[in-house]
């Protein structure tokens, strides 16, 4: 009986050790989580934007935003993820006026204002897209980053590697969380709508 009596004291006292570890922990990674959604990405820039404009980090401060960075000539990712931001903004109807959508090429050298202007007539006319000189377009994605590679192809061509999350700020400029590649779209405008409140 008093063999019985230890073991489940035992383990009581196991339980208990467990449960204190797990909160422990949880406030861990929920402090982690806070520090996260307080990082500042971006830096100042004066870039161009698809319709002639100039645009610098100001302009995007005041209302929360989405920043995609891609290329025209990619042939898979970049559209297909256009093609669903113009769907969550149907879907966001009126409130999408609140958000701003922003694709900024990674290939500026083939990526200029007239190439980008006739690729995002394909879009949601909401979506602006950001250009420039390819320094200067650099030293921004550097400071988003946002990683982008040059690939070389056989044929004398070029692609582009990059990321492919969507990044999601709010009217500050700070993180406030992301939308991966393939993302369900539900969970996509939810996210979204998230950024209005």
Sequence with gaps: MRYIKFVLWGMVA??????????????????????????????EFSLVRHDGKSITD???LGKPHALFFGF????EVCPTTLHEMSTWLGELG???NQINIYFMTVDPERDNVETLSD??????????GITGEKADVEKTLKSYKV?????????????????????LLDAKGDFAGSISY??????????????LN
């Design 182 to 195: 393939g993302e369900d779209g539900q969970s996509a405008v939810a996210k979204l709508r998230k950024m």
């Design 94 to 96: 009126e409130d999408a």
């Design 119 to 128: 690729y995002l007539t394909a879009f949601d006319s909401r979506i602006t």
């Design 14 to 43: 196991a339980t208990a050790a467990t449960m204190a570890y797990i909160y422990v922990v949880d406030d861990k990674i929920s402090t982690q989580s806070r520090q996260v959604t307080a990082v500042k990405l971006g830096d």
């Design 58 to 60: 100001k302009d995007l």
């Design 147 to 167: 990683f982008f590679r040059r690939v070389d192809l056989d044929d004398g061509d070029y692609s582009m590697d990059h990321s492919a999350m969507i990044y």
């Design 72 to 75: 025209t000539n990619c042939p």
